[in-house]
């Protein structure tokens, strides 16, 4: 009776059977011994029937079954194709050279996905290591076969990898809001490098038409080189955040000369409509005591109606007003912003056309920053990589018998 249950549990079938089950509580461990019928043949590569040439002994980890972890052990048939190599035969129930059964690394990619490696392999009573392999095998399997023809718009942008100005760059799909591709460090040669590699699927630049960056000249220099076709655009949260960078700046070169804006950078940044009806008050105390950084914040405040401008004829027209009464004004840290705006004006204005919101891509960017902190940093590259794409790649990572 219990041998018809693992037989229909493993999903086998002639000529394999269940040869004996044995049950150790002592060490709870319950061990399963599958064989095959005398006399039989299997299918070789060459989908031949023939005769079992030698047999190997194996085991596989499988499931628990209930608070018992569960091993397979069986010989394995060695078979010959028609240019007399001998290959062992396909197994139903796990891949070849693998140490785990289907179901047990299926189980592993699932929980991967919402757990540390380090918590799951001491819930599984495994081996961190082994591990990570598996979810290193499907995730490569299945980077070989994703499609990267219908792609027509990305966001791109990076993120931090560790301390030291160490950066990671991610590609992200416009459409489905996920990563496509990942690279270690940033600028122009890192994002040549992707190119290289998602060409091998059917990629095509001249099937991009939109790319959302930040303001990096690497950027900007490796999609005009790569991808004339596309049009580039800078997004409004770039935009304001370098803008309130000049800000902080200008708040920081007064600080020296009027104590009290020493810690008000929270005031001057935040967006007026969250802040509390005191910290308006305190606000609104600090402008009547410093025109040269209340003026500058008032520059800050009015760039936001060029993004709400529907047409480019009168955004553009704001937009040249507001540069001309930056440069009229003695405050360099925001001359400095007209002089970058200047310099990237096409990708400004054509946010006016496409409306990218980049929310998104910070949003993916701190799911990026919770899978590393939740495993205490991770010093293999290719490691973090994998965790990545298992969590939010563009193309689903394949079921164990997909990929078999």
């Not at 950084?293 to 936001?304: D, F, G, R, V």
Request: proline content about 2%; some cysteine.
């Amino acid at each position: 009776m219990e041998k018809e249950l693992f037989f229909k549990a493993l999903w086998l079938w002639r000529p394999w059977y269940i040869k004996e089950v044995k049950l150790d509580v002592g060490k709870e461990r319950l061990d399963i011994y599958l064989d095959f019928e005398k006399w039989s043949k299997f299918k070789n590569n060459d989908w031949d029937l023939v005769w079992v040439e030698q047999t190997v002994n194996k085991t596989w980890k499988h499931l628990f079954f209930w608070q018992y972890p569960t091993y397979l052990h069986a010989r394995i048939p060695k078979l010959k194709d028609n240019n007399w190599k001998v290959k062992m035969v396909k197994l139903p129930w796990a891949r070849e050279w693998s140490w785990f059964t289907l179901l047990f690394e299926s189980l592993v990619l699932s929980l991967l996905k919402h757990m540390p490696v380090s918590k799951l392999a001491e819930h599984l009573q495994e081996n961190d290591e082994r591990l990570m392999r598996i979810a290193t095998y499907y995730v490569n399997k299945s980077k070989k076969q994703a499609d990267y023809s219908k792609i027509t718009r990305w966001w791109i942008d990076e993120t931090s990898r560790k301390k030291w100005h160490n950066y990671l760059t991610t590609f992200i799909n416009f459409d489905t809001k996920k990563v496509s591709c990942i690279v270690e460090w940033k600028g122009a040669d890192t994002i040549k490098a992707i190119v290289e590699d998602i060409e091998i699927h059917w990629w095509k630049r001249k099937n991009i038409n939109e790319i959302s960056v930040d303001f990096s000249k690497a950027f900007t220099s490796w999609v005009n080189k790569y991808m004339p076709n596309a049009s580039i655009v800078y997004d409004r949260y770039h935009f304001m955040q370098f803008l309130s960078n000049a800000l902080d700046e200008v708040r920081r070169k007064e600080a020296k000369s009027n104590k009290l804006l020493k810690w008000s950078r929270y005031l001057w940044l935040k967006n007026p409509n969250n802040l509390k009806e005191e910290n308006l008050l305190k606000l609104e105390e600090l402008k009547r005591n410093n025109s040269i950084l209340a003026e500058a914040y008032q520059m800050k405040e009015n760039i936001k109606e060029f993004f709400e401008k529907d047409s480019k004829k009168s955004a553009e027209l704001f937009l040249k007003l507001w540069c001309d009464w930056v440069m009229n004004s003695k405050i360099v840290p925001m001359q400095k912003v007209v002089k970058t705006i200047k310099t990237h004006w096409t990708g400004i204005m054509n946010y006016i056309e496409k409306k990218i919101n980049n929310w998104i891509v910070e949003w993916l960017n701190s799911i990026i920053q919770t899978i590393k902190r939740r495993a205490r940093w991770y010093r293999n590259f290719d490691n973090f990589k994998t965790m990545i794409y298992l969590k939010l790649w563009d193309f689903s990572i394949l079921s164990s018998k997909d990929i078999t």
